[in-house]
């Protein structure tokens, strides 16, 4: 069942070493500022748990994965600080997965848009159906991917970054994804991609933790910098929001 809850719902299922974290916002599973702080401090709790050996990120319904920042969030910054504050939490949940002793399986049943592209470029491992279409739209509003610029660079190049960062208004399908390194499989059905997922995970969890674990750093390996930048982006972005250009496109939509 999605939730109708306004700051959106989070819940963890720890099954056989396997922690499954599920969120959900009715606005197409978008991020509220209370979700994302959720959402990082689940990853935190979860990366300190010795009885979870791997962790699968997944979102509610059967349609859109994730529609990244929520709409009617963006709506209520009127200042520099609110606007850090609200990119910021977008800063604090990829370097979460980042830093989670344990590898990060992401689950794409739909579409992404934005912060949720970044969700999914900071995951270990994604699976996704043909119906996991991408877009980045921010700078169609006034802002740019500035936060989740890093993970998707690390994850399919600078010039991925760049064809998508360019044309906010053009849906990549799946299969794009998964040949720009995105998605590490695409399925035609849930179903399917879910019996992948468990075979998967059962399989992987039962490797040694240990090795999993510094299988996952040396992933990770030269982005340090991360604990930083991702914060000194969602400055740039909490400023962008404030423009004229924003603020009147963002009343457009409204």
């Known amino acids: 069942m999605e939730t109708n809850r306004e700051n959106g719902s989070l819940y963890t299922n720890i099954l056989n070493g396997v922690a499954t974290i599920e969120f959900g916002h009715p606005q197409a599973n978008s991020f509220p500022l209370e979700l ?3 959402l990082t401090t689940e990853l935190n709790l979860i990366s300190n748990n010795p009885q979870v050996k791997l962790v699968v990120l997944k979102s509610e319904g059967d349609k859109t994965f994730c529609a990244g920042a929520s709409f009617g969030e963006l709506l209520k910054v009127d200042s520099e600080a609110k606007g850090y504050e609200f990119f910021s939490g977008f800063a604090k949940v990829i370097n979460a997965i980042r830093h989670c002793s344990k590898l990060v399986i992401g689950r794409a ?4 848009v934005g912060g949720g592209i970044g969700l999914l470029a900071a995951c270990d491992y994604v699976f996704a159906t043909e119906a996991a279409s991408i877009k980045l739209s921010e700078i169609s509003i006034g802002i740019g991917p500035f936060v ?7 994850k399919m190049g600078v010039g991925v970054l760049a064809e998508l960062a360019l044309t906010p208004d053009q849906w990549k399908n799946a299969y794009w994804a998964e040949k720009k390194g995105l998605y590490a499989r695409v399925f035609e059905t849930i179903l399917q991609m879910d019996k992948e997922i468990e075979y998967f995970t059962q399989k992987l969890s039962a490797y040694n933790p240990e090795a999993l674990s510094e299988l996952k750093k040396s992933f990770w390996r030269n982005t340090e910098n991360w604990d930083t930048l991702l914060f000194d982006n969602a400055r740039i972005s909490g400023k962008l ?3 004229d250009f924003s603020k009147q496109i963002l009343q457009k939509l409204k």
């Open 36 to 38: 994302l702080n959720r």
């Open 109 to 112: 049943q739909g579409k992404s």
């Open 148 to 154: 989740i610029a890093p993970a998707v660079e690390r």
């Open 241 to 243: 929001i404030l423009s």
